[in-house]
């Protein structure tokens, strides 16, 4: 149930900083050739609340529909979705005091005065990275043939109309990405 409540609040991302992308793909393949799609079945059941899935399958036609695609019960293309939360804490320490000395060498010997007070105070923040990855897989060939990936840190305590456009952002920011510009 952790699990499921963990992926749940996945793409309650902060819109003020940025998501990090990065894509891959299959340099023999012509993309013009891509036309329809249709969601794997995977896709279609992720294991996050209906509300953000379809906030998710939404976001993901509207980017697909922009890029000329159509979805079709005869797809070119199978688009598959998988989400992932992962929990991390950050330390830092702060330290603050006082402190005053005087010291000196004369001959072979030497002297020397120090007094002070100084502490140390760590202070703990925990927070979840959301990765949403989107994969294109080529139904003639069988193989993924696109993938893109956003990673993002989440914010657990987004409204819906801001989970919305946090998830509309993730989405536009991965899709960027295609297709792959030539090289």
């Not at 990090?20 to 799609?37: A, G, I, L, R």
């Not at 890029?67 to 603050?96: C, E, L, M, R």
Request: hydrophobic letters at 35%; a negative charge; proline letters at 2%.
């Amino acid at each position: 149930m952790k699990k499921i409540a963990l992926l749940s609040i996945l793409f309650i991302v902060t819109a003020c900083s940025s998501i990090k992308t990065s894509f891959d793909y299959d340099k023999e393949v012509d993309f013009t050739k891509y036309k329809t799609y249709a969601f794997s079945e995977d896709a279609m059941n992720l294991k996050i609340d209906d509300l953000n899935r379809k906030r998710l399958l939404t976001a993901l036609e509207n980017e697909l529909t922009a890029k000329g695609f159509t979805n079709s019960p005869n797809p070119d293309i199978i688009v598959d979705i998988h989400v992932k939360g992962q929990q991390y804490q950050t330390a830092t320490a702060t330290t603050t005091g006082t402190g005053y000395g005087y010291g000196g060498y004369y001959g072979y010997r030497g002297y020397g005065y120090g007094s002070g007070f100084t502490s140390t105070q760590v202070t703990y923040d925990n927070y979840t990275e959301g990765t949403l990855t989107v994969a294109f897989i080529d139904i003639d060939l069988k193989q993924i043939v696109w993938q893109g990936t956003g990673v993002k840190t989440i914010d657990e305590n987004a409204n819906a109309a801001k989970r919305e456009e946090n998830i509309n952002y993730a989405v536009q920011q991965i899709m960027a990405n295609y297709p792959p510009k030539a090289n």
